[in-house]
């Protein structure tokens, strides 16, 4: 492990709430809750107005209303937010040729590589001159972790939240970690959680006690030695650019989309285990379990976790596949999902290819991914949907966005980003003067985006372990 802070986690604030915050001024420091809002949604992103209710993602929809009747409900705007991450995404990568995204609103930066912080006040400079480079350019907060470990950086950064900036210094990290609950550990989800507890483990503390041999016994060889290592800070995983692009893989697209999220993961596990068969008839063991999510809008997210040693058991596999299911937003339906395991042996790589090349299919192992273009989506007919949240034109009123619908009727609240909080008006759902339009900026001008860093010639060092 590095000896100083440089390696950044960025987290954007309570991300598709405070979007939409920012462009519906009458939402401001208000309750938000940004989901899919039919009988089986669930909650994607909740303000901090609506998280003092107890509501928080992934919560039934139905509950959420319970909890907070008179938030505002709104359905997501993927476009909107992608647009967004993009701008932050650049503002990263003008501090180092090592991002790693792990969602729209998440990304490592190893600042040290980028050759822009190199030790604790350099770090803590960068840190906060990205956090007001953020809000200059999108008008958002983020908060940020430094440490000298990607584990410790997110665990920074969620403790810096909101808007915060954390660093943990060299030296101090075992004692910070000590009395915090398991479940604050990377690759620690509900399951592995309730295993630990089981067997008398609560603590990151605990986990050191018990010791190696009675982690790997508890947990299997790969996971157990990762989780003693994490639970005495020791992580020395490098934040990767790239994604390691071989890969054994399978992936099934549904004819219709899965709304139903017990059914995700049942196909999440039936994928895993799929995956985990392929790899072994070839052989093989890996270190990084990907998956591959494509939702109703054709947006693709991959998620992935490294393990610190390849692995080849299946259940170590669906674990991980479905610790990273919790992390993706499934609202409003799934049309793809896919496993993946890489970080692949590399003397029987070649024969691997050589045989899905030959047996292509739907279980063709593939060297990169690469978003299709989206395929056309079926015309909606007659009727015109009006979805609660999304922008509309009227030719009198000019801009505004849709607060709810009914009964044939569409109500709208005409403001814009700039604008003070603006007036509310009901209309006919088949008015002829509506229309939908596209999100506003959310920041008039925003200040030139920084060019980005360009890759160094030769791969960086990676950190010594020790
Ligand atoms: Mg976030």
Redesign the pocket.
């Known amino acids: 492990m590095r000896s100083a802070p440089t390696i950044l986690h960025l ?5 598709y709430a405070s979007v939409e915050q920012a462009s519906k001024p009458s939402l401001r420091g208000k309750a938000v809750i940004v989901g899919g809002l039919g009988p089986r949604g669930v909650v994607a ?1 909740a303000s901090y107005e609506a998280r003092v209710h107890g509501v928080h993602s992934a919560m039934p929809m139905s509950q959420a209303r319970r909890l907070a009747p008179n938030a505002a409900y709104l359905v997501p705007r993927f476009t909107l937010y992608r647009s967004i991450s993009d701008q932050v995404m650049a503002l990263l990568r003008a501090l180092s040729p090592l991002v790693e995204p792990l ?1 729209l ?2 990304a490592f930066v190893d600042l040290e590589a980028g050759g822009t912080a190199w030790d604790e006040r350099s770090a803590r400079l960068v840190g906060a001159k990205l956090r007001a480079d953020i809000r200059a350019v999108t008008g958002l907060t ?1 908060s940020v972790g430094l440490a000298a470990s990607k584990m410790l950086a997110k665990i920074a950064s969620e403790q810096a939240k909101p808007d915060g900036l954390i660093v943990i210094e060299p030296g101090t990290e075992r004692a910070m970690l000590e009395p915090m609950p398991v479940r604050t550990l990377p690759g620690v989800g509900p399951a592995t959680g309730d295993h630990l507890r089981r067997a008398g483990i609560h603590t990151v503390g605990e986990i050191a006690e018990a010791g190696e041999d009675e982690l790997v016994r508890l947990l299997g060889k790969a996971h157990g030695h990762a989780l003693y290592a994490m639970a005495l800070a020791r992580d020395d995983r490098p934040v990767v650019a790239e994604r390691e692009t071989k890969s054994v893989s399978v992936e099934d697209t549904y004819d219709v989309d899965i709304h139903d999220r017990v059914r995700v993961g049942l196909e999440v596990q039936r994928l895993a285990d799929r995956c985990v068969r392929r790899l072994r008839g070839a052989g093989l063991s890996g270190r990084t379990i990907v998956l591959k999510v494509r939702r109703y809008d054709f947006s693709t997210l991959t998620r992935s976790e490294t393990l610190r040693g390849p692995t080849d058991d299946p259940a170590v596999v669906r674990e991980a596949a479905a610790r990273l299911l919790d992390s993706v937003d499934t609202t409003g339906g799934v049309r793809l999902l896919g496993v993946g395991v890489s970080g692949l042996a590399d003397y029987t790589q070649e024969d691997l290819f050589a045989q899905a090349a030959g047996g292509a299919g739907e279980e063709a192992a593939e060297a990169e991914e690469s978003e299709p273009a989206p395929e056309p989506r079926p015309e909606v007919p007659v009727e015109r949907r009006w979805s609660a949240g999304h922008d509309v034109r009227h030719t009198e009123y000019g801009h505004g966005w849709v607060q709810g619908s009914g009964l044939g009727r569409v109500t709208v609240r005409f403001e814009t980003p700039g604008s003070p909080p603006g007036r509310v008006k009901t209309f006919r759902v088949d008015d002829p003067a509506l229309e939908a339009a596209d999100p506003l900026p959310l920041v008039e001008a925003p200040p030139d985006l920084p060019e980005p860093m360009r890759p160094p010639e030769e791969p960086p060092p990676r950190p010594l372990e020790g």
């Open positions: 987290d954007m604030d309570a991300f992103t969602s609103d998440e983020g």
